[in-house]
């Protein structure tokens, strides 16, 4: 069916980088919005970004001006890049999107199986 895969997690000291892909793959006619989610350990999963088709953009205020959101519509893949990492970035990221799997038809969520990253020295 509809597959998301994510990658770029790891492990990286305070103020380093990272960037994150999520490639989807199956039955995708278009996709909608997609976004990136974060849960750390004993905590909600909480919307870190979101892109539209359009490539409108909104970001948790935790991390403006330091993540990046954006997309590739001819490969279905959404990235987030992310600077000046803190500890409390640390969490199991997952991407979000809306998928239509052929035309005419109602959008539905997939999710990507998560991909963790640690911000620590």
């Known amino acids: 069916q509809v597959q998301l895969v994510e990658s770029g997690g790891g492990l990286v000291q305070p103020g380093g980088s990272l960037r994150l892909s999520c490639a989807g793959s199956g039955s995708i006619f278009s996709i909608n919005d997609m976004a990136w989610y974060r849960q750390a350990p004993g905590k909600q999963r909480e919307l870190v970004a979101s892109?539209?088709?359009?490539?409108?953009?909104h970001y948790a205020d935790s991390v403006k001006g330091r993540f990046t959101i954006s997309r590739d519509n001819s490969k279905n893949t959404v990235y987030l890049q992310m600077n000046s990492l803190k500890p409390e970035d640390t969490a199991v990221y997952y991407c979000?999107?809306?998928?239509?799997?052929?035309?005419?038809?109602?959008?539905?969520?997939?999710w990507g199986q998560g991909t963790q990253v640690t911000v620590s020295s």
């Open positions: 979000n999107a809306e998928i239509y799997q052929y035309f005419g038809a109602n959008s539905s969520p997939a």
């Open positions: 892109i539209t088709s359009g490539g409108g953009t």
